[in-house]
């Protein structure tokens, strides 16, 4: 159960192809983001459809995976941790950002883009 504390698990598409970063240090760093749909009824009966877009970071040799084979439109589940951030801009401004730090993830369905 301490795994539960903060897990998180989606199924998403990807938003366009992951940006890779390599560090001094020898880590890469691969970032993108996933669009998850729900739709239900309201009160009316109409069909109504909300996407949201989750920003995911992943490390290591998952990385150098996710840049191999992920591309835009591509359908993937992940799973990893939520994660709160603030940074300073150039300009002096402060920024916070939400994200999911990925610990696994597995590509479903074919290739998008064939």
Do not use: C
């Amino acid at each position: 159960m301490k795994s539960l504390r903060n897990s998180v698990q989606l199924i998403g598409r990807l938003g366009k192809d992951p940006e890779v970063k390599s560090f001094e240090s020898g880590k890469k760093l691969a970032s993108f983001s996933i669009a998850t749909n729900e739709s239900y009824k309201n009160q009316k009966g109409e069909k109504i459809e909300e996407t949201q877009w989750h920003n995911i970071v992943i490390w290591g040799k998952l990385a150098d995976i996710a840049d191999k084979y992920l591309r835009k439109g591509a359908e993937v589940a992940v799973e990893g941790k939520l994660v709160h951030r603030s940074y300073e801009t150039s300009k002096g401004e402060k920024r916070y950002v939400s994200e999911i730090n990925v610990n696994d993830f597995v590509m479903l369905g074919g290739n998008p883009n064939k």
